[in-house]
């Protein structure tokens, strides 16, 4: 039997970070970065993905000459207020070396705030759910293998957006077009 917070306040929320790296130590990075997470304020707990390989994508698409990513993803259990949980994800990206010179460039971290509860904000400093999720297999499948029953608010359970993007790559490289796997 868990017992009450001794603190009041905001509930626990389930949120989802996306893990990324593709320079320096990419598996590393995602294991200091997890624990980094772990050990923020007013978190209960940090469900981890196994991490994947994935191909780098670039704003017009996947680039197999750029370094390679490893990606992740973890589900926060939370009492910081989404903006503050955001805020800490940006000076954990600081600390690992993230520059941010390049827009969907080359990065030792990137850690996006994917989902926070059913919130939805279209404030631009703070998109959530994260507007480009749904298209990313390298964001849900690992989100899948941590939670099998994930549900991204506004898009529909998890394992239908895999199924449906991996039809689509399909399809894709049946006619010539490759298929985006990072």
């Known amino acids: 039997m868990r017992m009450p917070d001794p603190r009041p306040g905001r509930e626990p929320v389930d949120a989802v970070v996306a893990l ?7 598996a590393g990075t995602i294991e200091a970065a ?3 997470i772990r050990r923020l304020p007013l978190v ?4 981890m993905s196994r991490p994947v390989e994935t191909v780098a994508l670039r704003l017009d698409g996947p680039d197999p000459d750029a370094p ?16 503050v949980l ?23 971290l990137d850690l996006d705030l994917v989902a926070y ?7 631009a400093r703070m998109l959530l759910p994260h507007p480009r999720a749904h298209e990313r297999l390298f964001v849900l499948e690992p ?15 998890v394992a239908a957006l895999v199924d449906a993007l991996r039809r689509d790559a399909g399809s894709n490289a049946a006619d010539g077009t490759p298929g985006a796997s990072g």
Not at 117 to 123: E, H, I, L, P, Q
Request: glycine share 14%.
């Open 86 to 108: 955001l805020g800490m994800l940006h000076a954990i990206e600081d600390e690992n070396g993230r520059v941010r010179a390049e827009r969907w460039g080359d990065r030792t």
């Open 20 to 26: 990324g790296a593709n320079l320096g130590d990419r």
């Open 143 to 157: 989100w899948l293998d941590v939670d099998p029953e994930a549900v991204l608010p506004g898009h529909g359970r």
């Open 34 to 36: 997890a624990d980094a």
């Open 68 to 83: 390679g990513y490893v990606n992740a993803v973890a589900i926060v259990t939370t009492r910081l207020a989404p903006q």
């Open 117 to 123: 509860g059913d919130v939805r904000s279209d404030d």
């Open 44 to 47: 209960d707990g940090v469900r």
